[in-house]
């Protein structure tokens, strides 16, 4: 009853209810608290403190949402690789959340955009996509506890991008996969680049994979390679049967 | 309705209906699959495999028991300490998660009663203790999911041990500040230690702390000096509203 109450309350302001429906679209689910992910994208320049002057930034959700990300990858890594010891279990853990790592899932979701700052965001570094990443999964269990964390990161993170094969090396890139079966098969491919920064302030990049002259596969990211990695990725995966046959 | 039939399983065996016992004991609530537990005390030198050939013992247990109680007391300190930024938090965790806590832990918690191993237990070294606790923590995620990991640690590991100002160095012994108000306030105070045993392999000590003649707080630990620190940290509480008046 008082999250149903919550959600519909009527007396939100228009701004809130603005940034309540981009964090839904975000989430992948409704937020309660609006005040965890404002303070996920606080930054310590714009000086704010509560009632008793601590400040309000998003320091402090970065270490808990590490913590988190931590969990929930080690959990899904004792799931997923059942004959991994002790040692690999902990090495692919620190190649999931490793700061290039979280630095592109923050890139890759923009959060950058939502942030509160009296610096220009062109002047923080590449380090401030990662801590955002970090702070919005702290707000995220803050709001909704655990198991809203797990179902962030399993949408976000280990979906799109946990590929154990390929953190494991045995997969170097999949678009030389998709290169060799097309070259073994007299297939004709093209990977279509182009630029596609939309209103985003950071520069994006489309691509479609064309194999036979049909787009089997399109993929955006913030470079051409990553994005035609992700899209031979896709693929990959929707061949996979194809291409393991022979 | 699942987890009822479980529990009150007839067709339970008789050793497993004792270590269904024991484990319910030491984990507070009811354990519904028994395995993960077993799986929490069995060491590499029973070489146990299942059936698709892969070990069976605690070591990936671990992995996943470590992360779980970093999330867990990284939750505990965010809220507790409201003012602490993110590298006091950080600090404060790996002292609660030190090597040494942990064995002392597990050692606390006597869980190398339970372990089957090929290897005398006399012959492992310290660091097994600490290994079984976070073995077992792993069990219980997988028994019971986060929301168990967090009842277990709180009441195990947090109200028992984690002491914030004495994990800051602020207070360095209890024992010392309970002395320092008996001598204040003219009372005689007496630490009557004793050996404590059972028949539990692991040598105990039970202290009873007396002032002015009467038993004020007990407590039994793996060496003398721990027990009465203990002793003392439970006296400090008790009294603590008539030491912080003086």
Same mark, same amino acid.
């Given at each position: 009853?008082?999250?149903?109450?919550?959600? $519909?309350?009527?007396s939100r302001?228009q701004? @809130?209810g603005i940034? $309540?429906?981009?964090?839904?679209?975000?989430?992948? #689910? !409704?937020?309660?608290e =609006?005040?965890h &992910?404002? %303070?996920?994208? +606080?930054? %310590?320049?714009?000086?704010?403190?509560?009632?008793?002057g601590s400040?309000?930034? &998003?320091?402090r959700?970065? $270490?808990?949402?590490?913590?988190?990300l931590?969990?929930?990858?080690?959990?899904?890594?004792? !799931?997923?690789?059942?004959t991994g010891?002790? /040692?690999?279990?902990?090495?692919?853990?620190s190649?999931i959340?490793?700061?290039?790592? =979280?630095?592109?899932?923050g %890139? @890759? =979701?923009?959060l950058?955009k939502?942030?509160?700052?009296?610096?220009? +965001?062109?002047?923080?570094?590449?380090?401030i996509?990662?801590n955002? #990443?970090?702070?919005?999964?702290?707000?995220?269990y803050?709001d %909704?506890?655990?198991?809203?964390?797990?179902k #962030?990161?399993?949408?976000?993170?280990i979906?799109?991008?946990? @590929?154990?094969?390929? =953190?494991?090396?045995?997969?170097?890139?999949? *678009?030389?996969?998709?290169?060799?079966?097309?070259?073994?098969?007299?297939?004709?491919?093209? &990977?279509?680049?182009?630029? @596609?920064? /939309?209103?985003?302030?950071?520069? &994006? $990049?489309?691509?479609r994979?064309?194999?036979?002259?049909?787009?089997?596969? *399109?993929?955006?990211? +913030?470079s051409? *390679?990553?994005?035609?990695e992700?899209?031979?990725q896709?693929?990959?995966f929707?061949?996979?049967?194809?291409?393991? *046959?022979?």
């Open positions: 009853m008082g999250i149903i109450k919550k959600i $519909f309350n009527k302001s701004e @809130d940034f $309540f429906e981009e964090m839904r679209k975000l989430l992948g #689910f !409704n937020p309660i =609006l005040s &992910y404002r %303070r996920a994208f +606080t930054h %310590r320049s714009s000086n704010k403190t509560d009632a008793n400040p309000i930034n &998003y320091e959700l970065e $270490f808990l949402g590490d913590a988190m931590g969990s929930v990858i080690a959990a899904h890594l004792f !799931n997923e690789v059942p010891d002790e /040692g690999y279990l902990t090495k692919m853990r190649k959340v490793s700061r290039e790592h =979280l630095n592109e899932l %890139r @890759d =979701l923009n950058i939502w942030v509160e700052s009296k610096v220009s +965001t062109q002047h923080f570094g590449e380090n996509h990662g955002l #990443f970090e702070a919005f999964i702290g707000a995220i803050l %909704r506890g655990f198991p809203y964390c797990e #962030f990161i399993n949408k976000k993170v979906a799109p991008y946990v @590929d154990i094969p390929k =953190l494991e090396g045995k997969v170097i890139s999949y *678009k030389s996969l998709v290169i060799e079966w097309c070259q073994k098969e007299k297939k004709q491919f093209h &990977y279509d680049v182009f630029e @596609d920064n /939309g209103n985003e302030g950071v520069k &994006y $990049f489309g691509v994979l064309k194999i036979d002259g049909k787009v089997v596969a *399109k993929a955006r990211a +913030t051409k *390679k990553k994005a035609e992700k899209a031979s896709r693929a990959y929707a061949f996979q049967e194809k291409i393991n *046959k022979k």
